[in-house]
């Protein structure tokens, strides 16, 4: 349907129906006889739908002349009912195709310069993880997770999650490959234990991916759980 149709005022079998008090079937079958006698395309009112059950079904919509010539049989209190509710509808302003198309542009408009300013604030940050992408130094799980101001437990959750971490916590390969994880190897009672740390680079990747997914989707769990 283009906007100028979508404009055009009309009222459904189904509204008839309730504000006549008549069955729906009735209506629908008063609406067919009457565009026969005036020889219309029925084809033309009819419009299908699915009910709650999923089953095919049709409803009848009709402009205001050929709602009151439907009328014409019917009791002055039905007559009364859907007159009122033409005033109602026409009392409603029409937007013009122009109107809906600048009142659309507005609001998209509008969209995309709350966005742009949400892609401003998060510069700083993105910038601040680039200037570190050099640093040879590394960090633990905990300490990077505070530094990227996530709960350390929620970011390693991620990193599993991202396939960056295995469920054991350790660095898939091609992500060492890549440069932003390393495995170190520390002594605790006794026993060898390896542990994951994220470079600079790495740092400064997550970073990026962490702004990015508070920009695109900033209620995920891992800002707040």
């Not at 026993?191 to 997914?213: D, Q, S, Y």
Request: include cysteine.
């Amino acid at each position: 349907m283009n906007l100028i149709q979508s404009q055009i005022k009309v009222m459904t079998s189904h509204e008839i129906a309730d504000l006549t008090g008549k069955r729906h079937p009735d209506v629908k079958r008063d609406i067919v006889n009457m565009l026969n006698d005036l020889q219309e395309d029925v084809s033309r009112f009819a419009h299908t739908y699915l009910d709650t059950q999923n089953r095919k079904q049709t409803q009848y919509h009709l402009d205001k002349l050929h709602t009151e010539c439907l009328l014409t049989g019917y009791s002055a209190k039905a007559r009364m009912m859907v007159i009122k509710r033409w005033q109602e509808l026409e009392a409603k302003e029409i937007e013009t195709p122009e109107q809906l198309m600048a009142r659309a542009l507005i609001s998209a408009q509008s969209v995309i310069e709350d966005k742009n300013r949400q892609l401003e604030e998060a510069k700083p940050a993105i910038e601040l993880h680039e200037s570190i992408v050099n640093d040879d130094s590394t960090l633990c799980m905990r300490d990077a997770g505070k530094k990227l101001q996530v709960k350390p437990n929620k970011f390693v959750e991620w990193l599993r999650v991202s396939k960056y971490l295995t469920y054991d916590n350790i660095a898939y390969q091609s992500h060492i490959n890549a440069g932003y994880l390393v495995l170190s190897t520390t002594e605790q009672n006794g026993k060898p234990r390896t542990n994951t740390r994220v470079t600079g680079k790495g740092f400064a990747h997550f970073g990026k991916k962490i702004a990015e997914l508070r920009f695109v989707n900033p209620t995920h769990e891992i800002f707040y759980k």
